[in-house]
């Protein structure tokens, strides 16, 4: 099955500002903000986490301490902006929410890349939180 937000969900009828086509498909479910998802024991909530793109969601399974956070947050980095339907201004505020709300013994598991843990970025999230603008975390 496939499940998409609502404001990412034209990127499946396949047409794209990249350059080359994909075949249309149409979502099974979408994702919207609090509702769940269950996959095996694991049930996650649904984070509207914008920024990457219009529909950018984490997953969060509070229970087992895990965040699936897509193209929003990397280990060391945050998903890219400069891209069609990127947004300053919205990942910011998506990562100071992950800042915010998320307990720093969280593992995160990004769309790619290594693992990491809320506690390993706090300290260059908190400053996004803090200050309102993107930074090159170091």
Not at 52 to 75: I, K, M, N, W
Not at 92 to 117: C, D, F, K, M, Y
Request: aromatic content about 6%; hydrophobic content about 35%.
């Amino acid at each position: 099955p496939l499940a998409i937000h609502p404001d990412d969900a034209y990127r499946l009828e396949g047409k794209n500002n990249y350059g080359f086509e994909i075949e249309p498909i149409v979502a099974s479910r979408d994702l919207n903000e609090g509702e769940q998802v269950r996959i095996g024991d694991l049930v996650f909530d649904v984070l509207h986490s914008p920024g990457h793109s219009e529909g950018s969601v984490c997953l969060y399974a509070e229970r087992h301490g895990l965040l699936l956070s897509g193209d929003v947050l990397f280990a060391s980095t945050y998903g890219r902006t400069d891209l069609p339907g990127g947004n300053d201004e919205q990942m910011v505020a998506s990562l100071a929410r992950l800042a915010r709300e998320i307990p720093p013994s969280v593992r995160v598991l990004p769309g790619h890349g290594a693992e990491t843990t809320i506690e390993r970025e706090v300290r260059w999230l908190q400053r996004i939180a803090d200050t309102g603008r993107l930074i090159i975390p170091n």
